[in-house]
C-alpha cells in the first residue's frame, strides 16, 4: 500500500494550489481518505476530508469556501484544490487512507495509511 502526494509549492497569498494523492492499485479504502496538515511547532490537523463510497465531504472551518476536496475512483486519486491561500495555510499537507476502523471523518487515528507530505508555503 501506497500514497503518493504531490502538488505543493511556494505561492503568494490569493494565489491557488492542487493537491494530489494517488493510492497504489492494491489500497483497499474502506470509508475515507481525507488531508491532514502540520504546521511547525503545531500539531497535526484535519483539513478536508471524503466518504469514498457516499461522496460526502467535510472542511474545517478554516478552509471552508476556498478548499475543494475530490476524487477520481477509477485512478484512485485523491485532489485537494485550494484557492485564496493565506499564509496561515503553510504547512507540510498529509494525505490518508482509512481501511479499517473507523472513528470519523475527522479523527487521526481512523487512517491506517499516510502519504510522505508535500510542503505547502504561502508567502504574504
Known amino acids: 500500500v501506497q500514497l503518493q502526494a504531490s502538488g505543493g509549492g511556494l505561492v503568494q497569498a490569493g494565489g491557488s494550489l492542487r493537491l494530489s494523492c494517488a493510492a497504489s492499485a492494491r489500497t483497499y479504502i474502506r470509508y475515507a481518505m481525507a488531508w491532514f496538515r502540520q504546521a511547525p511547532g503545531k500539531e497535526r490537523e484535519f483539513v478536508a476530508g471524503i466518504e469514498w463510497n457516499i461522496d460526502r465531504t467535510d472542511y474545517t472551518d478554516s478552509v471552508k469556501g476556498r478548499f475543494t476536496i475530490s476524487r477520481d475512483n477509477a485512478k484512485n486519486t485523491m485532489y485537494l484544490q485550494m484557492n485564496s491561500l493565506k499564509p496561515e495555510d503553510t504547512a507540510v499537507y498529509y494525505c490518508?487512507?482509512?481501511?479499517?476502523?473507523?472513528?470519523?471523518?475527522?479523527?487521526?487515528?481512523?487512517?491506517?495509511?499516510w502519504g510522505q507530505g508535500t510542503q505547502v508555503t504561502v508567502s504574504s
Open positions: 490518508a487512507a482509512n481501511s479499517l476502523s473507523f472513528y470519523g471523518i475527522r479523527n487521526v487515528q481512523s487512517y491506517d495509511y
